[in-house]
């Protein structure tokens, strides 16, 4: 065998151990093994990202370096290793995180995790790009544990993107530490990409998930101790500001306390925030049902945020859709009422999940009704009432130019689709009153998983969603 194949055979041997479990000390097992995740980093001012993994209750002493590809010859990038104990369900388990700072962008980083001089695991990743070409994946509604699950992972790292954004519910239903490790790392952490076992996405590219309301299900520690995981498991920028409302751990002080000393500083400030990768900016914000998206402090630091970034592309993404033409879910239509203020500040695409299949809307815009004290009236039912303009000249093929926002939906990414009988049929997509639905929807697929492929080039922005099968089901092209 070439030196190079046993290097190759060597590192899978490693990762696949280490995914399983098993031993590599005496007593200790990686229970879920190492994965990239961005860091606090939003601007591209600086990089770096963080490796996370998940051992039994038997504590290690680690090491983490980065090598530059481009430069064996430089200094390894040496990782800060700190690590929190958890004491959850009757078990101890230690959380390790290693954040290699300093890195250059446009960038490969091959990296290895030791236990003393024990090789764990080995990878490698990307640094953001500073170019105008950026390509990554979008969905959500996903970790269910289902063999649509593993086949949409599988074609995500045949797509090859820098990242994936993740549009809420990333597990069910509750969004615990032992769903995550059963229902989620899994798919993304396979050791060998296959259409029935996932594919090793995360140990490669960053995720940057947002809150759904499964994940804030287990808000109740007393009830759910390894509730609300999303902020074990995830290092994101922390660039936004804490709104009056937010996602809140209940319980018994002494649980909330150690949660919040556990998850500390991304609890829970880690709810909302944005970053740029390439000329891409994106704004990441919670839409559940405790949010107010009007919050003043939160408004200000979106407007600020979007109106600093010199990104060719903004793009706004939450979990709960403002505009969907599925019969489930209707109703919740809180953020319609950030309509205004996106399309003041330009925004190109708002992504959702939440509703589970793929629905793109044509450009539009959205004016919502207000009440006698000139405040937007959200009625008891939860709908938001408005004026509608839409813009039926765009097609996205010959004519690219939209006048208004494109509002996606990617909730196909493995959870049981909704509303099958809807798919591809326009006059099934109708619903209530003109004030409060309008013909907006120009694609809608819910009979097969898929997830989107967004590709910039410039001053050029490719969507494509993809099927659990491989094939190109929707695709358009916006220019400016």
């Not at 990762?15 to 994965?35: K, L």
Request: proline share 7%; hydrophobic share 35%.
């Amino acid at each position: 065998m070439k030196l190079v194949d046993l290097k190759t055979a060597i590192r899978v041997i490693i990762f696949f151990s280490a995914s399983f479990g098993v031993i590599v000390s005496p007593a200790q097992h990686v229970i879920i093994p190492p994965y990239i995740q961005p860091g606090d980093v939003s601007t591209l001012t600086k990089e770096e990202k963080v490796v996370i993994w998940q051992t039994d209750g038997v504590s290690g002493t680690y090491t983490v370096e980065a090598f530059l590809d481009s430069d064996p010859t430089s200094k390894p990038v040496v990782g800060k290793v700190t690590s929190v104990k958890l004491d959850l369900n009757d078990k101890t388990s230690y959380i390790y995180r290693a954040t290699l700072e300093g890195l250059k962008f446009d960038e490969t980083y091959s990296y290895k995790v030791r236990l003393g001089e024990r090789p764990i695991s080995a990878g490698s990743f990307a640094t953001r790009t500073k170019t105008d070409k950026t390509s990554f994946a979008v969905f959500g509604d996903c970790g269910i544990g289902s063999p649509h699950q593993a086949k949409i992972a599988y074609r995500v790292h045949q797509q090859k993107p820098q990242f994936a954004l993740i549009t809420g519910d990333m597990v069910y239903s509750f969004g615990r530490e032992a769903e995550y490790r059963a229902r989620f790392f899994p798919y993304y952490l396979a050791p060998v990409a296959s259409p029935s076992r996932g594919a090793p996405l995360m140990n490669s590219i960053p995720f940057y998930m947002l809150l759904g309301n499964h994940d804030i299900y287990s808000s109740n520690l007393d009830k759910h101790p390894d509730g609300l995981a999303y902020f074990y498991y995830n290092d994101l920028p922390l660039n936004a500001p804490i709104p009056a409302s937010t996602v809140k751990a209940e319980g018994s002080s002494a649980l909330v306390n150690t949660f919040a000393r556990n998850t500390s500083p991304r609890y829970p400030k880690m709810a909302n925030f944005s970053f740029d990768y390439g000329n891409v900016h994106i704004t990441c914000l919670d839409a559940n049902y405790y949010v107010n998206p009007l919050d003043p402090t939160l408004i200000e630091w979106l407007i600020n945020d979007v109106k600093s970034s010199k990104a060719d592309w903004k793009i706004v993404a939450f979990h709960h859709p403002p505009f969907n033409s599925s019969p489930t879910h209707y109703d919740y239509q809180l953020m319609r009422v950030l309509a205004p203020v996106c399309e003041e500040l330009g925004i190109d695409v708002v992504f959702s999940g939440h509703v589970h299949n793929y629905q793109r809307s044509v450009p539009l815009k959205f004016a919502p009704q207000k009440n006698r004290s000139n405040n937007y009236n959200i009625l008891e039912s939860g709908r938001v009432n408005g004026k509608f303009t839409l813009d039926n000249n765009f097609d996205g093929i010959t004519n690219t130019k939209p006048n208004g926002i494109i509002y996606i939906v990617s909730g196909a990414g493995g959870a049981a689709l909704y509303d099958h009988q809807i798919s591809g049929n326009p006059e099934k997509w109708k619903k209530g009153p003109p004030d409060n639905w309008a013909p907006y929807t120009s694609k809608l697929i819910s009979d097969i998983h898929s997830f989107t492929m967004v590709e910039t080039d410039g001053k050029k922005l490719t969507v494509k969603q993809i099927d659990i099968e491989g094939n190109t089901i929707d695709s358009i092209l916006i220019t400016k």
